[in-house]
């Protein structure tokens, strides 16, 4: 489902791709805010000024900076470009960013009693309230915050639903408590406890949480002439329109040496998580998870790092992706695009990865570029020799992937009688968070479990095109 916000986060993409490519944006840059928000036009806040300021600061995101960290406010746009290109070291600071300028400060969660209130006789609201905190003044129910623990209850009961819950998107989203307002009302992120889902860049519905891009630097080294190979996660297919083939076509044409299906390397963390899952069987670990999703493992490591010895060290199908383009081609600079946050954060670690791409930065490339994929030839693809590995992008399919390698790789376990339990969970909430504790805690069940912070899976991921 479109909306505003991510109309003009990708139209921004798509003016300095367009401009960059045709060799001025040095000159345009900070003409841009101008230019859509120009004297006299209607703003989206409280004045034109305003919608220009958070418009530089999105332009500064799409640069990879993060606002909160700049104190010079007179700075030119100009002058962060110029600093960007120049820029040949790999990014390692925190993915995510807040735009204090386009953060309303929402009002804190709660519950609100409604003009639909009827005063009703049975009033189920004030005699289900655990704390009575629910009085009722001139025929209209009262709530008093000072008692109210946000049960629910009351909403729950109310016969008029006159009762309603407001909530702070970022907040009520974030499934670790990472986001919470500052001393000025403000959204800040503390990055200690950041899994990097970007579950509250979705909902945010001012676009306050931005995403620090690493697609200038990208579009400089293509320019500079440089080899760029181009791994594309297998959630693609979903994302753009005519065939894979055609769709490696268009990224060729958009200036990247070479393109490769991440497919191939979720073959290798396929074939090397089912042999690490059966070494811990037999060593009676009593359960494996996973470790394709970052977002997860980050949630692992920390907040429930007593589960960390649970979770597979097999590295994860972009990291092995990495490598085979290292093998084929030790001297290309490697970009993975997915529809992912969190592997921005997994490739700062990575070797094998200089940069992320995201589906929604590849859109704007294609359409800054004006190259139309289903007008491409196809592209001579290197399929995976199973089928499996392309569905590592659906919930389940990392399960589906690693139980046939064990079927087909370990046939002893079926005479020895192991029983296969495998379970998933489907999207990390704040509710499947507190269920990952019970894992640790071993009071469910399972042998393998699949996580995947995404609802059904990768093709669920933030930065998708199509969700």
């Given at each position: 489902m479109s909306n505003g916000a991510e109309r003009m986060?990708?139209?921004?993409?798509?003016?300095?791709?367009?401009?960059?490519?045709?060799?001025?944006l040095e000159e345009t840059i900070d003409r841009i805010p101008l230019s859509i928000r120009p004297k006299h036009s209607q703003s989206s806040r409280c004045c034109i000024y305003h919608d220009r300021a958070v418009l530089k600061y999105r332009l500064m995101a799409l640069l990879g900076f993060a606002s909160e960290n700049e104190t010079d406010e007179t700075r030119s746009l100009k002058s962060y470009l110029q600093e960007t290109v120049a820029k040949k070291e790999k990014v390692k600071e925190p993915p995510l960013s807040v735009c204090s300028a386009g953060c309303s400060g929402c009002p804190d969660s709660r519950y609100n009693v409604t003009t639909n209130c009827r005063g009703c006789f049975?009033?189920?609201?004030?005699?289900?309230?655990?704390?009575?905190?629910?009085?009722?003044?001139?025929?209209?129910?009262?709530?008093?915050?000072?008692?109210?623990?946000?049960?629910?209850?009351c909403e729950q009961v109310c016969p008029f639903n006159a009762i309603i819950k407001t909530t702070v998107p970022c907040e009520d989203a974030c499934p670790v408590g990472a986001i919470r307002k500052n001393a000025d009302g403000v959204a800040e992120i503390d990055f200690d406890r950041c899994t990097f889902c970007g579950k509250c860049f979705n909902k945010c519905p001012f676009s306050a949480i931005m995403e620090r891009s690493q697609l200038i630097q990208i579009l400089q080294a293509i320019k500079?002439?440089?080899?760029?190979?181009a791994m594309v996660a297998p959630s693609?297919?979903?994302?753009?329109?005519?065939?894979v083939e055609q769709l490696f076509s268009a990224i060729h044409k958009a200036g990247f040496s070479d393109v490769m299906e991440v497919a191939l390397g979720a073959e290798m963390t396929t074939e090397h998580e089912a042999a690490e899952f059966a070494?811990?069987?037999?060593?009676?670990?009593?359960?494996?998870?996973?470790?394709?999703?970052?977002?997860?493992?980050?949630?692992?490591?920390?907040?429930?790092?007593?589960?960390?010895?649970?979770v597979s060290t097999t590295p994860s199908p972009m990291r092995y992706a990495g490598r085979i383009v290292r093998e084929k081609h030790p001297d290309a600079i490697t970009v993975f695009i997915g529809p992912c946050i969190a592997k921005r954060l997994e490739a700062m670690d990575a070797e094998e990865i200089d940069f992320v791409m995201t589906f929604e930065e590849l859109g704007a490339l294609l359409a800054g570029m004006n190259i139309d994929i289903m007008g491409q030839e196809k592209w001579q693809?290197?399929?995976?020799?199973?089928?499996?590995?392309?569905?590592?992008?659906?919930?389940?399919?990392?399960?589906?992937?690693?139980?046939?390698e064990m079927q087909e790789k370990n046939p002893e376990f079926s005479k020895i009688g192991f029983k296969l339990d495998n379970k998933f969970i489907n999207g990390i909430d704040k509710k499947t968070a507190k269920l990952l504790k019970l894992y640790a805690m071993g009071k469910m069940p399972g042998n393998f479990l699949e996580v995947m912070s995404c609802t059904g899976g990768c093709v669920g991921g933030p930065c998708s095109l199509i969700k």
């Open positions: 986060r990708r139209e921004l993409m798509i003016r300095v791709v367009r401009d960059f490519t045709a060799g001025k049975a009033r189920p609201c004030v005699f289900n309230c655990p704390k009575g905190a629910i009085t009722v003044e001139n025929q209209h129910s009262k709530i008093d915050y000072t008692k109210c623990i946000k049960c629910g209850k500079e002439g440089k080899k760029v190979v693609a297919l979903m994302q753009f329109p005519g065939t070494e811990k069987m037999i060593a009676k670990q009593p359960i494996m998870t996973t470790s394709c999703c970052t977002a997860y493992v980050e949630l692992v490591k920390k907040h429930v790092p007593e589960f960390l010895d649970k693809i290197e399929r995976p020799a199973n089928a499996t590995a392309r569905n590592y992008a659906k919930s389940c399919g990392v399960t589906e992937a690693v139980l046939r």
